[in-house]
């Protein structure tokens, strides 16, 4: 089973403007990822955030964690056309495998 | 950076034959690699790990007798789907961590996939 769920599972937004999706899990994690694809192509990583960090930066992404609450909110700024994708949230539970949310569609309209 | 190519990208392949993905992590070297499968608008499911030199370990519900891992080498992985059904096709992905940083907190580096489409 998922570990991960994205709320929104999809979100449309004028260019210039924020985008956040957020992601909760089940279990306790060593850390969380969140990953972009583009439709039809593989994964990018975005950004590692360990279980005892609260917020990390970067460039117009901030992604925050709450271990208490059990989720993570990945927060896109001054959006632009180019963000179109899919945003993947994936818990590293015992360092070695990944396992991943079930994905917001993000579209950015120019 | 990383880069894991996958190929093909594309192939179709009629019901009965199987057919091979590969897997190079081309700037690094992976003693693990995973397999996901994702099917359109859905998330990714892993599949099974790859280990180099041994047994792939399959996740719970995937036949390991139907998708055939064979890890001969630290960069590279193939998964054959064997006697291939409509059923299986889908969206294959393939992912490795670059084994220099070690496997806890490094990200894992995918290839771009392969549809495939069993007619």
């Known amino acids: 089973s998922q570990q991960g769920e994205e709320d929104p599972q999809a979100l449309s937004i004028q260019e210039g403007e924020n985008a956040t999706m957020n992601c909760s899990y089940k279990t306790s994690i060593n850390n969380l990822q969140w990953y972009r694809q583009n439709s039809g192509r593989g994964l990018v990583h975005l950004i590692l955030?360990?279980?005892?960090?609260r917020e990390k930066h970067s460039g117009r992404l901030r992604v925050t964690l709450d271990t208490s609450k059990k989720s993570s909110s990945l927060l896109i700024t001054a959006s632009r056309a180019a963000d179109t994708a899919s945003y993947f949230c994936a818990t590293d539970i015992a360092g070695n495998k990944l396992t991943f949310g079930g994905g917001t569609r993000v579209l950015v309209k120019p | 950076g990383a880069v894991v190519s996958q190929h093909p990208s594309r192939v179709i392949c009629k019901s009965g034959t199987s057919v091979k993905i590969e897997c190079r992590s081309l700037d690094f070297q992976a003693t693990t690699m995973f397999w996901y499968r994702q099917f359109p608008k859905k998330s990714l499911m892993l599949m099974a790990t790859?280990?180099?030199?041994?047994?792939?370990?399959?996740e719970q519900g995937v036949e390991k007798d139907k998708f055939l891992i064979n890890h001969a080498s630290l960069t590279l992985s193939t998964l054959t789907v064997t006697s291939a059904h409509p059923e299986d096709s889908s969206f294959y992905i393939c992912s490795a961590r670059d084994l220099a940083r070690g496997t806890g907190v490094s990200p894992l580096h995918f290839g771009n996939g392969t549809r495939l489409t069993v007619t």
């Open positions: 790859s280990n180099e030199g041994s047994k792939a370990t399959y």
């Open positions: 955030i360990r279980s005892n960090e």
